[in-house]
Every structure is written in C-alpha cells, then in structure tokens.
C-alpha cells in the first residue's frame, strides 16, 4: 500500500497481537525464546527486538488494550512502550505506569456517572466486574445466569438505559469465550486515548500504524493508514485490513506477530 504520511506512531492491542498463550505457540520456538508475562502469557524474544528496533527508528509505541492494572504491571517491563491505554483506553498511563494526570482530569466528571450507575446495577442484583478496575466495569452473562447479551439486556432494559456519560461496548476477551457488555466513560475508549496522544505529539491517523485482532480494535484500525493483523484473528478484521491494503500476517501465533513487526520496520526504514 502507498502511505501519503510517515509513520511515527504505533498502536497496538497486546492479548493475542504481541503477547500469546501456550495455544498459540509455534513448535519450532524453543521454550528459551519466549519470555512468560505472567498469567501463562509469553511474548517471544524476537518481538521484544523488533519493538525495540521500532522505538529505534524514532516510532512512538502505545499499547493499546482491555487488560487491567495487575497485569499491566507484570507486563509493563517485558514489552517496550512510550504509552498505555488500559482497560480499552479508558485509563492512560506513561511508560512509568503512571496514570496521565491530564486524561484524568478529562475524564473524573465522567467516573462520578461511571460509578453512580455501576452501583444502581447492583441495586438490581447484577454481578458487577469493576475488580481491578478504576475506570471501567464489566457485565458477564453467564455471571449472571444468562445465557447471552440478548437474554441479559432482556431481562435488565436498564442495561439500555445507561447515561449519555458513558460508552457501552461489546466485549469479548482473549482466549475468545462469551461476550460481555462493558462500560466505559464516553470520552474514554481506545480511539479517544489514542487521539489525545496524537494531539499531545502534532500527528494525525495518517501517521499511526495499528495493530490488533478483535472486533474492539476495528475503529483504530479503520482510522490508521496502516493496519495490521494476524491471521486467525476476527474475520471482520482481517477483511477490513485486506481491503485497506494492510497486512494479514500468515500465521495467528509469534511467528505471525514477528511477520508484522519486520513489515512495519521495512516500512518505516523506507521513509
């Protein structure tokens, strides 16, 4: 694909992208190679140099994930970065792991409605996700003896019924199970992160490279002048990358994310 910017910023989910579980191991890579982030997750050592020689090149790296604080933290030393939007962008954190004091502040009225309405859900009997969460919370079907989001929605309108403050996504995580609703603040969520980094940095979509595999990553993606993905990851993403003229490494494992990091690099080196 031509680019009509340079690239200076990468975007990229972490679950299933960078980092993989057992299932997704090659069986040429030796055990040596791969570096365990803990919750039987492992990043290859290849990925680590490719990120390395990435930031090298100059590119801003921003992790940009659903993960939460814990494994934040036993990750944030094996994985090169410059920033990290967790809990899908709702709270943002430099590469010290501290919570961008100005994002805070754009998002605290929003949190008051955030938490006012996650207790009222509770009020109803819902099993409410917040552990490890300041910024966002999860609602889970099946912790709530249903069978999915349609039947949970059906029983729970309030579910329908949340404020204007808040953002309400359709979460499936990584391994892929069920789906689950999650709520974030309305001026939080990936894109919106990833766009106050680009206007803290003078950049635009033109110059972000994005990286990811689930249904949740397709707004960066779409917006990204270059998107890459694996495949094996979400049809819907890997048609939107294939017709964009994106990447779709060959392979849903190490392999597959060192594929898409080399190219990225070829890419940047030629500019």
Known sequence: ????????????????????????????????????????????RKTQQYLKELQQQGLIVVLVSGMRMPSYRGMVSHILHDYAAIEDGSLLLSKDGRPDPEWVGILT???VFLNSYKQELRNLGLVIDDLDRTASFRVDPKANDRNDLEQLASNFPELNEYPKQLRRTEHKPYPPV????????????????????MARLGLSWGNVAAFGDDLNDMEMMERAAYPTTLLGANDAIQRMTYNRGGLVAPSFSHKGTITALSKLVELVKAQ
């Open 178 to 197: 069920h789906a689950c609703y999650q709520f974030v603040p309305v001026s939080g969520g990936k894109v919106n992160a990833i766009e106050f980094v």
């Open 109 to 111: 009225a929003e949190l």
């Open 1 to 44: 694909m031509t680019l009509e910017q340079k690239i200076k910023l990468l975007c990229s989910d972490v679950l299933g992208t960078l980092v993989h579980v057992p299932t997704d191991h090659d069986s040429e890579i030796q055990p040596e190679e791969l570096v365990d982030v803990g919750g039987r997750r492992y990043i290859y």
